[in-house]
Every structure is written in structure tokens, then in C-alpha cells.
């Protein structure tokens, strides 16, 4: 599904987008949209790409809005840019994603279910 798009500049849909809580480093709000918004804590939520899903958690690059750089093959705490990389727990979070044998770089989140590029089903961990 296409977002309308208000401001009228040209965006392209991508799903592979987070926008998670950042509210310091010892945040635990674990908030995690694939739109943006606010979080409980009242912090605005910051925009993050997905580099990787491992497991139930998703890797994600929070460099400028718009990044499309990739995980660090040498270092894989920090992106192709060389900044740190946030992990984020997906269970609980009611999102769908793609962990095609268990780890994978399909890098699809969604918000409802349906099927990833890869072929597989997504997935949702309560
Ligand atoms: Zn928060
Ligand atoms: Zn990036
Ligand atoms: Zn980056
Ligand atoms: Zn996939």
C-alpha cells in the first residue's frame, strides 16, 4: 500500500523502515513503528533502517533519514558509514517481518501480514 504522500516530494516506499524509541541509552520503552510517531515516554521516535534481522531482533542503521547503507562486513557493530548500530527486540511489538533461516537480510518489516520479495511468509513473535 502506497502512503499518501502530503508534502508532494517524491518518496519512495520502502520496507525496510523502523522508527523506534531513543530516549537514551538506557531506554527500555522498546517502542517500534514502522510509521512515525511519539512514544509513551513522550520522546519522538527516530527513524532507523533495517540491516539485518537475526533471531527476533533487527539490526538498524539510525544515520540521516533516507540512508540506504548497509551492515559492516568487518565490524558488525557498526554500518558501511561507520556508525554504531541499534539493535532492537521485534517480539511484542505486533510487526511482521522476514527471518528467512533464522537470520537474513531481506530487511522486510510490515505492519500487517503478507509475504516478503524472498518469497516466505512474515512473521510475528508475541
Ligand atoms: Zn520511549
Ligand atoms: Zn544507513
Ligand atoms: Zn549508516
Ligand atoms: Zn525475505
Redesign the pocket.
Known amino acids: 500500500m502506497m502512503a499518501p504522500n502530503q508534502q508532494g516530494k517524491q518518496v519512495q516506499q520502502r520496507h525496510d523502515i523502523l522508527h523506534t524509541?531513543n530516549?537514551g541509552a538506557g531506554?527500555t520503552?522498546n517502542?517500534t513503528k514502522t510509521s512515525p510517531g511519539v512514544?509513551?515516554?513522550?520522546?519522538p521516535l527516530k527513524w532507523g533502517h533495517i540491516l539485518k534481522i537475526e533471531g527476533d531482533e533487527a539490526i538498524l542503521c539510525q544515520c540521516d533519514e533516507g540512508c540506504t547503507c548497509a551492515l559492516n562486513r568487518q565490524e558488525q557493530s557498526k554500518c558501511t558509514c561507520g556508525k554504531p548500530v541499534k539493535r532492537v527486540n521485534l517480539k511484542g511489538t505486533g510487526l511482521y517481518f522476514c527471518n528467512c533461516g533464522g537470520s537474513c537480510m531481506c530487511n522486510t518489516v510490515s505492519d500487517k501480514p503478507g509475504k516478503c520479495g524472498c518469497g516466505m511468509d512474515l512473521k510475528k513473535v508475541d
Request: contains cysteine; charged residues 10%; hydrophobic residues 10%.
Open positions: 524509541c530516549c531506554c520503552c517502542t512514544c509513551r515516554c513522550g520522546a
